[in-house]
């Protein structure tokens, strides 16, 4: 479930911001006003208008509806499990290059995107889990290993499995799933590439972020929230806004103030805030906002609005200028510097050729995305065997997509045999 627009709760003694989850095909969140009342505390919800559409951009069509108040217990944990996964990243407790091995406490569900790619076919992974004892009448806590098969990403979680290889006396062995989610330890042997060794150090150090990209043009605002697991629709603000013949121009400053509300809420579980979109609409915005927010607004011109205008807005450099390290941004302007050298005939080359280019030590710089490099790994090891670099190119967003149709490999060429 992903969070959504974050309602102000006003309780006898303190304002609590909360982040409310809600199935995708939610209605429309809120009445005008919500009251609720918990061990002595009371306060309510509040909408910002009726007149204003803000929803999940998968919902059915909005019905005004009483929504009904979540507890506060779950509004603390909501609030301490969102912002912990804003401030945590993974951590390795124990590694050895050499002996291809590292053991691992997953914090957040960014690091599971990290070892969707690190946990493969071939791997020994330990982990705790619970198996059924050899009397068949109960399961048992303990630690199993197992000799990677499949693995299966999910958002919470990455689902292991494979055949046991080391086990405790009294329980089965065959074969086994288990669950990697935060907040959890694992231990892994495998033997690493400079890239995947690389790319774990990269996974410690790098703090989890969150971008809230707001695309705005006239009557219309859409909300992101872009991580480093991906990109996620957050909500959108709607009003028809009558032309300039039209002397009430009420429904106008309606549409800006209901925007500048939202950004106000939904920046503060934010790292930055990208304000982007064609015209000077995102600067009427700007001028609304408060000065402590304005230190979070990045401004950047589009040409549209929507996911077009997203994607516009990353491949101009919007996101790398705010974060440092932001894979959908450096994955993106490596996607876009090889269509450029293909445009001019340049030394670039995609699909089954790449491999034998790379057969060849002629690969300086290797495209490949993540599902590719699974089924074939030994492509990306004889780039890196030879000097040359792999960029794993995934896709959740449109460069990745534009790899994928050229096979799911691009290279940048040092000579062409």
């Known amino acids: 479930m992903s969070p959504l627009v974050s309602p102000t709760v006003k309780s006898l003694k303190e304002t609590f911001l909360i982040s409310v989850s809600a199935p995708p095909t939610s209605p429309t969140l809120f009445s005008k006003r919500t009251t609720f009342s918990w061990e002595g505390v009371s306060g309510e919800v509040r909408s910002d208008s009726p007149a204003i559409n803000i929803r999940p951009k998968t919902a059915r069509p909005a019905t005004r509806t009483t929504a009904k108040p979540c507890s506060i217990t779950q509004f603390f944990v909501w609030g301490f499990l969102f912002v912990r996964g804003l401030s945590i990243c993974m951590e390795i407790i124990k590694s050895s290059r050499e002996d291809g091995y590292a053991r691992i406490s997953l914090e957040n569900r960014d690091d599971l995107w990290y070892m969707k790619d690190l946990v493969a076919e071939g791997d020994e992974v330990r982990a705790l889990t619970q198996r059924t004892k050899l009397d068949g009448r109960e399961k048992k ?101 009558p032309g300039k013949m039209y002397p009430d121009q009420k429904s106008g400053k309606d549409f800006y103030n209901q925007v500048n509300k939202v950004l106000n809420r939904s920046a503060k579980d934010m790292d930055k805030v990208i304000l982007a979109g064609p015209g000077h609409e995102k600067n009427k915005v700007y001028n609304a ?61 995609y699909g089954e050729q790449v491999e034998v280019y790379a057969e060849l030590g002629a690969v300086k710089k290797l495209l ?34 534009r790899i994928d149709n050229f096979g799911g490999l691009a290279a940048f060429l040092r000579y062409r045999p």
């Not at 979070?296 to 974060?323: C, M, N, P, W």
């Open 368 to 401: 490949i995305t993540a599902e590719k490099r699974r089924k074939n790994p030994e492509i990306s090891k004889m780039v890196e065997r030879q000097g040359g670099e792999v960029i794993i190119v995934h896709k959740d967003h449109e460069a990745g997509e």
């Open 289 to 349: 906002l408060s000065d402590d927010l304005k230190e979070k607004i990045f401004l950047q011109d589009t040409s549209v609005t929507g996911k077009t205008g997203l994607h516009e807005a990353i491949k101009r450099g919007a996101l790398k200028k705010v974060v440092e390290s932001s894979r959908i941004s450096e994955e993106t302007q490596e996607v876009e510097k090889f269509l450029d050298e293909l445009r001019d005939d340049g030394m670039v080359d």
């Open 141 to 241: 806590t303990c630690k199993l290993t197992v000799r990677v098969e499949k693995t299966e990403y999910q958002e919470d979680r990455l689902r292991v499995t494979g055949e046991i290889t080391e086990a405790v006396e009294d329980v089965e062995l065959g074969y086994h799933t288990f669950n990697l989610e935060e907040e959890k330890e694992f231990e892994i042997w495998k033997d690493f590439t400079d890239e995947e060794w690389e790319r774990l150090m990269e996974a410690q150090e790098n703090k989890a972020y969150k971008v809230l990209f707001c695309l705005v043009e006239k009557g219309e605002a859409n909300l992101y929230v872009v991580e480093e697991s991906g990109i996620k629709d957050l909500s959108d603000v709607a009003e028809n806004i």
